[in-house]
């Protein structure tokens, strides 16, 4: 199985997750039942999810009124973006994406 299928898959994985983290966390609030803890929604966005949080917390209305989601999530998507530019262009391995 080629490298990049398989990194492709998990981000895409973790992304879905990290969406559905947001709307199942909204809707156990919205019940006043039991909570996904707030480093578990981070932990799901440094692993990869950035984007996935991001737009889960914006399509649910979730955690918008947390500055430190607010600005949290956008800085480790940024951070994770550099990352990879950084990998992709300053390292002495060659990346084939064909």
Same mark, same amino acid.
């Given at each position: 199985?080629?490298?990049?299928?398989?990194? *492709? *898959?998990? *981000?895409?994985?973790?992304?879905?997750?990290?969406? =559905?983290?947001?709307?199942?966390?909204?809707?156990? =609030? &919205?019940?006043? %039942?039991? &909570?996904?803890?707030? /480093?578990?929604?981070?932990?799901? =966005?440094?692993?990869?999810? /950035?984007?996935?949080?991001?737009?889960?917390?914006?399509?649910? &209305?979730?955690?918008? &009124?947390?500055?430190?989601?607010?600005?949290?999530?956008? %800085?480790?998507?940024?951070?994770?973006?550099?990352?990879?530019?950084? *990998?992709?262009?300053?390292?002495?391995? /060659?990346? %084939?994406?064909?």
């Amino acid at each position: 199985m080629d490298v990049i299928f398989v990194v *492709l *898959l998990y *981000l895409v994985i973790v992304n879905i997750a990290g969406f =559905a983290f947001m709307g199942i966390d909204k809707r156990r =609030a &919205r019940r006043n %039942a039991w &909570r996904i803890p707030e /480093s578990d929604l981070f932990l799901i =966005a440094l692993i990869g999810g /950035s984007v996935g949080c991001l737009c889960g917390m914006y399509f649910f &209305r979730h955690k918008t &009124r947390h500055w430190y989601f607010v600005w949290g999530m956008p %800085a480790i998507l940024v951070i994770q973006v550099i990352l990879i530019l950084c *990998l992709v262009f300053f390292t002495p391995f /060659s990346f %084939a994406i064909l």
